[in-house]
């Protein structure tokens, strides 16, 4: 994969002219350049983004790039583009998030960004592998990794129209997902949003298993069916009644008006799971490239920092950085 250097995560805004002019007064303007820039510093927020997508076309196959409806993502993705589209935007720390590869490839992956979270070049730390845990042959794959510190667990996607509903409480999936738990690692549940009771059901069973919700349970900010968002609502409130469950604040902005949104339409759904799960349960995640769908990172990473600008100053560091940093161990 081609790799370009990565600009320094620790780099800060630019003082603009009109600031530097106004606080130049009576003073030196090298000291003040220097004083405003540090003020600035401490007001950005670091960032650990828990869900960065990662596919390079030349060594994986990605069956779901097919679809009409992601046609404007059917290309590759490396670091290098990770790198500029999160320029500015203080991410120190990143977890890479599975792809959905074709099966076969599941192994190459996973061996690919172990190698990345091994290098120094990019903020990523540590990794969510692929897998099939309904599968009879998972086990003999996840044992290749469950002694290796990057992997930090694994998905698969249950919304995909070969996934029947109820796949995550056959016997052989809540086998191997005790599994990650007997390996101190972790689940990402991504399913549709009127199956969260499903995966209450898979936590009640795996209670050794820590679990992630993904993208606040996948209900578009823009669905009109009361019946569908009362299924929803009960099934991030059962997530959260199980203290082994954490919610990634994440996706929504993928079901937006493309052309027309606001942080008010992501708002509902984000402070419900937010309220429900508390602040030491919830995390960012960019969900790039798949967010560039309806919007640039930058972009989504300001309109959840406008929804959740009037909560503490604490609530706001451990959405963007602490609690992914202690659920994940990231050091």
Not at 16 to 21: K, N, P, T, V
Not at 99 to 113: F, G, M, S
Request: hydrophobic share 40%.
């Amino acid at each position: 994969m081609p790799q370009q250097s990565v600009p320094s995560i620790e780099s800060n805004p630019v003082i603009s002219r009109r600031e530097f002019l106004a606080a130049s007064a009576g003073l030196g303007a090298a000291a003040l350049a220097s004083s405003a820039f540090a003020e600035k510093s401490k007001m950005t927020l670091p960032i650990c983004d828990t869900h960065l997508h990662l596919w390079d076309l030349s060594k994986f196959k990605l069956p779901w790039l097919a679809g009409d409806a992601v046609q404007r993502i059917n290309r590759s993705f490396v670091l290098s583009d990770y790198a500029e589209a999160t320029a500015g935007q203080n991410v120190v720390k990143a977890v890479y998030m599975e792809v959905n590869v074709a099966r076969d490839h599941q192994v190459a992956e996973a061996e690919y960004v172990i190698d990345l979270c091994r290098r120094d070049d990019n903020p990523m730390v540590g990794a969510v592998i692929g897998g099939s845990p309904q599968s009879s042959g998972f086990k003999a794959y996840f044992e290749m990794f469950a002694d290796n510190d990057y992997i930090k667990g694994v998905r698969t996607v249950l919304h995909d129209p070969d996934r029947p509903k109820g796949l995550c409480l056959q016997p052989q999936f809540v086998d191997s997902v005790r599994l990650l738990g007997e390996h101190g690692k972790r689940f990402d549940l991504c399913m549709r949003p009127d199956e969260l009771l499903d995966g209450a059901k898979l936590v009640d069973k795996c209670p050794q298993t820590r679990f992630v919700l993904d993208h606040c349970g996948n209900l578009s900010v823009q669905n009109k069916d009361a019946d569908l968002r009362a299924k929803w609502e009960k099934g991030v409130k059962e997530l959260a009644a199980r203290p082994n469950v954490v919610c990634k604040i994440s996706g929504i902005i993928v079901t937006a008006n493309r052309d027309h949104w606001t942080p008010a339409d992501l708002a509902p759904n984000m402070n419900f799971c937010m309220d429900t799960f508390g602040e030491d349960r919830v995390m960012f995640a960019g969900d790039w490239p798949v967010c560039t769908l309806t919007a640039p990172f930058a972009s989504w990473a300001e309109a959840l920092k406008t929804i959740v600008r009037d909560r503490s100053p604490a609530f706001q560091k451990k959405l963007f950085h602490d609690n992914a940093v202690k659920f994940y161990e990231l050091g």
